[in-house]
């Protein structure tokens, strides 16, 4: 079946710095991704729809800004969370469709300290 | 707006026992249904879906799920659950469109099996 890399799996930063997760289609090419978030025992929120080639599209709520979103090959998204706090902390997980059906990655797990 | 209930925060169930998950959907037109499943730390993995054809769908690991329009519910079912069906279940529900969709989930019920 179809493959969703996501890297890293786990990461921990410090509080204001940048951590950039990966998006990857590992054999298949993905127009369109998605990013999200799940907070613990919760569901999953949609963040953003990541387009190949185009600005991503943002959930209300959701501050661009802060969370950027770069989806520049038909096999790569980036999500970026900049100035990262601890109330970002959180399990970030992304999917990429073939044709009807979305694969997700196995999610990263960020945690600000 | 679409939205998905999982009644059923936490289930406990046997091996070997019957298990049945909860879902009820809320959307405006044809929905797109679905079931996943999570292990701790993990991604998701789809257990089935439902988007048209008969109403009873099979799905991995010997799941399946019946569509009821009339009860807009899509509960999963299995005949008798194994040790390691212990994980997170999500119902979802999309736009039922051709090619990507945006989906909303329900807020999952974790299962629990004792041996």
């Known amino acids: 079946g179809a493959v969703v890399s996501q890297h890293p799996s786990r990461v921990i930063c410090k509080s204001g710095t940048s951590v950039k997760i990966e998006c990857r289609s590992l054999?298949?090419?993905?127009?369109?991704m998605f990013w999200y978030r799940q907070f613990p025992k919760k569901s999953l929120m949609l963040m953003a729809t990541?387009?190949?080639?185009?600005?991503?599209?943002?959930e209300q709520g959701v501050e661009k800004d802060k969370f950027l979103i770069n989806h520049a090959s038909l096999t790569l998204s980036t999500l970026t969370v900049t100035s990262a706090h601890p109330e970002d902390s959180s399990f970030y997980i992304c999917?990429?469709?073939?044709?009807?059906?979305?694969?997700f990655g196995q999610g990263t797990r960020l945690t600000v300290v | 707006a679409q939205s998905v209930t999982q009644p059923d925060i936490h289930i406990t169930v046997s091996e070997g026992a019957s298990l049945e998950l909860r879902c009820n959907y809320s959307?405006?037109?044809?929905?797109?249904l679905f079931w996943y499943v999570q292990s701790p730390g993990q991604g998701l993995q789809l257990l089935l879906k439902?988007?048209?054809?008969?109403?009873l769908v099979q799905g991995i690991k010997g799941f399946e799920a019946e569509f009821k329009r009339s009860q807009s519910s899509f509960n999963l079912r299995k005949p008798s659950v194994h040790w390691s069906d212990a994980a997170e279940y999500f119902c979802?529900?999309?736009?039922?469109?051709?090619?990507?969709?945006?989906?909303?989930f329900g807020t999952g019920t974790r299962l629990q099996v004792t041996l």
């Open positions: 999917s990429a469709y073939r044709e009807t059906e979305a694969f």
């Open positions: 054999d298949f090419q993905a127009t369109t």
């Open positions: 990541s387009n190949e080639g185009s600005k991503a599209t943002y």
């Open positions: 959307y405006g037109a044809t929905p797109y």
């Open positions: 439902y988007f048209s054809g008969d109403t």
């Open positions: 979802a529900v999309g736009a039922l469109t051709g090619t990507a969709s945006k989906l909303t």
